[in-house]
């Protein structure tokens, strides 16, 4: 498969987005982690996780140990897989969702993390939010102490506007090496971070790329466009919204989420599909 790079790893331009495997309506162990191999089978060399992708606190970290596991469990060569986690998101005893940026809280849960993913270090930690109550060069901060100290091998911020993300650069310098921002047909507005990655040659990591979207449609109000260019190559619609998203930018690797090995192997397709100047320009425009 077609290779992109995030910071001086060298991944494949699609990666696997783990949420589905550990969030509401997730499907079994058994078919989760034959989601996870279909995709190293496809190719895929980059894999998103975060502690908070479980259904409550009780399991906290739910989808890096199963992605641990199935690591574990591939006969394949896995030595080129990135695994890139996130901290400063959780999940209550109820399932609700909270930010938690404050750096003494922002280490414990690096160091959890580490645990569950194993080996001495994580190749990509990313801080899932900017959390409101705690300034975000402060959050920030901490991660730059957690590469300096070893314990993370390249650093990534999510969920982030332009200043923001001037800000972490500003900080962070070359540990930063990913931007993961919602980014699909139907979600165009961080576009601005988009090229400023770009410029910066930060990996930017299309999160929800397909819209969030569950098996076919939900690609918006630009599904037609989509949809049409799909049928003339006899390819899905969310190949070709992949490819599209691939298209904008060198520096762009999408984490489409699977939670079967049907979809991921489609998604992986995507690398290798050569969208034409006039395909692209229609769908940048839809
Ligand atoms: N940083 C953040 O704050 C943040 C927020 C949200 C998500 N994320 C990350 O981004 C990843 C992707 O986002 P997402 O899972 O919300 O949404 P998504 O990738 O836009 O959509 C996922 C859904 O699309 C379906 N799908 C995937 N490939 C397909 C294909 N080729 N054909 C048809 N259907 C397909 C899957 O269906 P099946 O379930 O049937 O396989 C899955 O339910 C997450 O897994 C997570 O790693 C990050």
Redo the contacts with the bound molecule.
Sequence with gaps: MHNRRIGSATVSAI???????SIE?R?DEERAVA?IHAALDAGISFI???MS?CLNSSETGH?ESLIARALAAYAGDISEVLVGT?GG?ARGADGSWSFNGDPATLRKACEDSLKRLGGDSIGLY?L??PDPNVPYADSVGALRDLYDAGKIRAVGI??VNLDQLRDAHAILGERLVSV???F?PAVRDSEPQLRLCTELGIAF????????????G?LGASHAAFARIAEEHGV????IC?AWELAKSPVVV???????P??????A??ADLKLTEAEFAELDAA
């Design positions: 990666g696997l987005g783990g949420m589905p495997l309506g499907p989601t998103d996780t975060a992708y989808n996130k998101a990313q899932h939010v999510s969920n993961q921002n919602n699909s990591l299309p999160y929800s790329p397909l819209g969030g979207i569950s098996r076919a939900g899905s619609p969310q190949q992949l999408p984490i489409p989420g699977s939670s079967r049907t979809t991921i192997r489609d998604s397709a995507a």
